[in-house]
């Protein structure tokens, strides 16, 4: 089912949780919302849920304009974080509970429901254990039950708020590639909020990045990865750095260090070139820009190389080949720029 969401705002007093948020997901389409916390993430999943009344902006559900749709009405699944299952209540009557909820007129058979359920847990992987209680699950098991109540419904829309955030890393990763397998079986429209950036990169189709109420880009993972619109895109999503100076007929001239980088754009001014780890190598010491080395580490089979440039604030990632040196802290290296976003630094207020 096609989403369209016109202008959507929500205001906790002085504070735009939504600032007139305009967003199209595509029936069957599974889209990230992503961005820090206090963002607006949660409050658009809540308001699309009908758990969050809006102040402004139209909600449609393919042709049925939502916007004052009551909750219940409004036929949606929502997955929260820590689960919220029903602690004295079997796995099977807990996928169950929506359905039971319904009224009568809508309501299955119990037979139907039954039936229903068993087909719902054998899809989660979760066959034979309809009898237990939540707390003797696992905590990947107890996720796995309440998408499954959440799909029991036959939910027009599939919200997910955090699902993986109260689990351990391993398990997240497995419930990740699970989850998008499942989204490939059944075809819903979903979306998911997460703050984690490889989450979001990983599972969806399209990411929505967050920030202070409004949607900074909308793109495919490798859209908003390569080619970022906005500074607050580019930072957040990914490792990176920056190189500030003055950029002049498509060189940009670095205080401190007497080198000019050469640039892909002909923008003029100051300017911060916003650099990946791949955008870097480390060269001799009297090759590229000068550099110092402040920390070096190996994570897992990666080297990563933080270094420092005279005249510039903060540092930039190299990484490095697994079967290269890693240099010492303080060791004069140098840096080849062979990449990076140019974009205007911002005029202070």
Known sequence: MHLSLQGLSKRYGTLRALDAVDLEVASGELLALLGPSGSGK????????????????????????????????????????????????????????????????????????????????????????GGRYPDQLSGGQRQRVALARALAIQPRLLLLDEPFGALDAQVRIDLRRWLREVHEQTGHTTLFVTHDQEEALELADRVAVFRDGRIEQVGTPDEVYRAPRTPFVFEFIGRGGHLEGHAEEGVLHLPGCGVGLPLATAAAGRLRLHLRPQDLELVAPDEGLPAEVRAARRIGARQTVDVAVPGQSGVLEVDLDPGLRLPARGERVGLRVTGGLAFPVPSEP
């Open 42 to 129: 949660t409050t658009l999943l809540r308001a699309i849920a009908g758990l969050v009344p809006i102040d402004a902006g139209r909600l449609r559900f393919g042709d049925i304009d939502a916007t004052d749709l009551p909750l219940r009405e409004r036929r949606v699944g929502f997955v929260f974080q820590h689960y919220a299952l029903f602690r004295h209540m079997r796995v099977a009557a807990n996928v169950a509970f929506g359905l039971q909820s319904l009224p009568r007129r809508q309501r299955p058979p119990a037979a139907e429901i039954a039936r229903r359920v068993e087909a719902l847990l054998e899809r989660m992987q979760l066959s034979g254990l």
